[in-house]
């Protein structure tokens, strides 16, 4: 079956430096999302990337969407306390209304 | 915002009950609902597809005879773990599908805080 797998599986950064999880699918996607969950709370949503290529930013998160819409990575620079927390990766099964997380990336920030 | 009300939060029962999840759509209307499980430490791992007013599409390996899914109103959807069993226990999170804005149009996922169950 469909499978999204994401690496590092954890990462520990201390506080300032940069951050990068890397998702990759088996299958190709038609859509991918990324939700971010705090220690002991649920998945929020953080964007969608859509077109091949796609990049898209939000203050010091980077989201990009490989060409072959089969990968993507979430990169943060100079990362804070608050940044604490897993960050999942979703994609969108073409022709169905599923979305299969990928493994999850669990970051902690030291300050 | 779309809010996502999941109740209860947690439970704990014993062996051979039955426990029902509520999870409501508060603020729109949810024609389609999806069951996650999680265990601790790891990924959401997508149980079951709840549509209204029809019956809902498994995941290979989830037993629907277990996993009772009732989808009765645009804005309510139920799971039933029944006989549950220690090794049921786990964190179930729903989610409703979405769009984010008329802006991008995004197909988003609000989950609910998700039920911890606890079988004893």
């Known amino acids: 079956g469909q499978q999204v797998m994401q690496i590092p599986q954890y990462q520990h950064v201390q506080e300032g430096e940069d951050f990068t999880t890397y998702c990759n699918s088996s299958t190709t996607l038609s859509n991918i999302q990324w939700y971010k969950q705090r220690p002991g709370g649920h998945p929020v949503f953080l964007i969608q990337?859509?077109?091949?290529?796609e990049v898209k930013k939000q203050k010091r998160l980077t989201f990009q969407f490989g060409e072959a819409k089969k990968n993507s990575s979430l990169h943060i620079t100079a990362t804070q306390t608050t940044d604490v927390g897993t960050y999942f990766c979703?994609?969108?099964?073409?022709?169905?209304?599923?979305?299969?997380f990928g493994t999850g990336t669990r970051l902690k920030v030291l300050a | 915002g779309a809010v996502v009300s999941q109740h209860p939060s947690w439970v704990i029962c014993k062996s051979g009950t039955s426990v029902k999840i509520e999870c409501r759509s508060l603020?729109?209307?949810?024609?389609?609902m999806f069951w996650y499980r999680q265990f601790p430490k790891q990924s959401l791992m997508l149980m079951a597809t709840?549509?209204?007013?029809?019956?809902?599409?498994?995941e290979q390996g989830v037993e629907k005879d277990k996993f009772l899914i009732n989808h009765a109103s645009l804005t309510l959807s139920t799971l039933t773990v029944t006989s549950a069993h220690p090794e049921d226990s786990s964190f179930y999170i729903c989610s409703a599908k979405h769009r984010e804005s008329l802006l991008s149009g995004a197909n988003v996922l609000t989950f609910g805080a998700g039920s911890r169950l606890t079988v004893l």
């Open positions: 709840s549509n209204e007013g029809s019956k809902a599409t498994y």
């Open positions: 979703a994609g969108h099964i073409s022709g169905t209304y599923k979305y299969i």
């Open positions: 603020d729109f209307q949810a024609t389609t």
């Open positions: 990337l859509v077109k091949s290529g």
